[in-house]
């Protein structure tokens, strides 16, 4: 049995409409943020699925010194507070030390555990301590089986709000690899399971000091992981993806979203009811 988990006025899995977690990488500034924000909150709530915002407060795992990361904590969480209480939406963004748990989790609806934190019993415990929700990406480096203990990390300090994010398996040489298998299989742990469509297709390190992608295969990855069965997708969207100081090569830009969201919309259709 699939847990439901609730937030706001947003219910993920146990087939409930498939949520929609999106938003710029990394937080520029407010303006850019909350327009962008404003709009897919209805480009999503038009196609009938349900919408989470995500934006980066920092990000701490870049690949070169000089690479930007955000406003930091305090000043980036303020922005975020701003996007919930004006559009009434859950906010998620990344958390990354111990530290940072208990402000976050002041105003973050969900705190995210980054992939290669994945492993970090403390912070892990630290953020399913405040009650909140904690979504889990899974490493690159992890079998989908592995993510099981981190799931009863969470657990074991009473907390049942859980969510699984698969973001793709690196086998060096600056390429991630999707196994659709793995959403399957972190499903059987009870938790929903969510697709990072963006992030899979992010080249690590592939762009002399910076990270690569191909963001035209978002779309199909994305449609597959819906016709599998997963309880939502992520993807990081930006008005011109181009020119963003992060992942700018694998985010959706912001005039796209409208047709990926149909095609998916379509895939969820067909699949209604089907065991």
Known sequence: ????????????????????????????????????????????????????????????????????????????????????????????????????????????????????????????????????????????????WDMKFAVEKVKAQGNDNIILTERGTMFGYNNLVVDIRSLVIMRTFGYPVIFDATHSVQLPGGGQGTSSGQREFVTPLACAAVAAGCDGVFMEVHPDPDHAPSDGPNMVPLTQVAQLLKRLQAITAATSGLA
């Open 1 to 144: 049995m699939e847990h439901t988990i609730h937030t706001r006025n947003v219910i993920i899995g146990h087939q409930s409409p498939h949520v929609i977690i999106a938003g710029p990488c990394v937080i520029e500034d407010a303006a850019l943020v909350l327009d962008t924000a404003e709009t897919l909150k209805g480009l999503v709530e038009q196609s009938g699925f349900s919408f989470v915002f995500k934006s980066s407060y920092d990000k701490a795992n870049r690949t070169s010194l000089n690479s930007y990361r955000g406003p930091g904590l305090l000043p980036g969480l303020k922005i975020l507070e701003r996007v919930r209480d004006k559009l009434n939406v859950p906010i998620l963004s990344d958390i990354h030390s111990i530290e940072e748990v208990g402000p976050a989790a002041e105003i973050l609806d969900i705190l995210q555990i980054p992939a290669f934190l994945c492993r970090q019993t403390d912070l892990i415990v630290a953020a399913a301590q405040t009650g909140k929700i904690v979504n889990i990406k899974k490493g690159q480096f992890l079998a989908p």
